[in-house]
């Protein structure tokens, strides 16, 4: 499967962002997805995840409450809602694909910088 992020960009403290991801395959429809973040001089990590039918989600404990994961099966796009974006949010979001939520990690695309403004 092969993953496109977009929706990237600069935004202030306080703001919204929405990411999206295209999977392209015949079988993209058949993973789970998520999105993780890099930071600037920090290890990539872990943001929010969502099952192959969209019917489970899975968020990082900072992004709970700000962040919405979605999808659309027709569309083979997964979204990430982004709001009250804080400073600390800004780095280069990727999004993955997995077998399962657990193992959202199989298959990368390119990131997406978003960088937040205080």
């Known amino acids: 499967v092969q993953l496109q992020a977009s929706g990237g960009g600069m935004v202030q403290a306080g703001g919204s962002l929405r990411l999206s991801c295209a999977a392209s395959?015949?079988?993209?429809?058949?993973?789970?997805m998520g999105w993780f973040r890099q930071a600037p001089g920090k290890e990539r990590e872990f943001v929010a995840a969502?099952?192959?039918?969209?019917?489970?989600?899975y968020y990082a404990n900072p992004e709970k409450g700000r962040f919405t994961i979605s999808r659309d099966n027709a569309k083979t796009t997964v979204y990430l809602q982004m709001n009250s974006l804080k400073s600390e949010d800004t780095g280069v979001y990727y999004c993955?694909?997995?077998?399962?939520?657990?193992?959202?990690?199989?298959?990368w695309g390119q990131g997406t910088e978003v960088t937040v403004s205080s």
């Open positions: 993955a694909a997995g077998q399962s939520m657990a193992s959202v990690r199989d298959y």
């Open positions: 969502i099952s192959r039918n969209g019917g489970n989600t």
């Open positions: 395959g015949r079988t993209s429809r058949n993973y789970a």
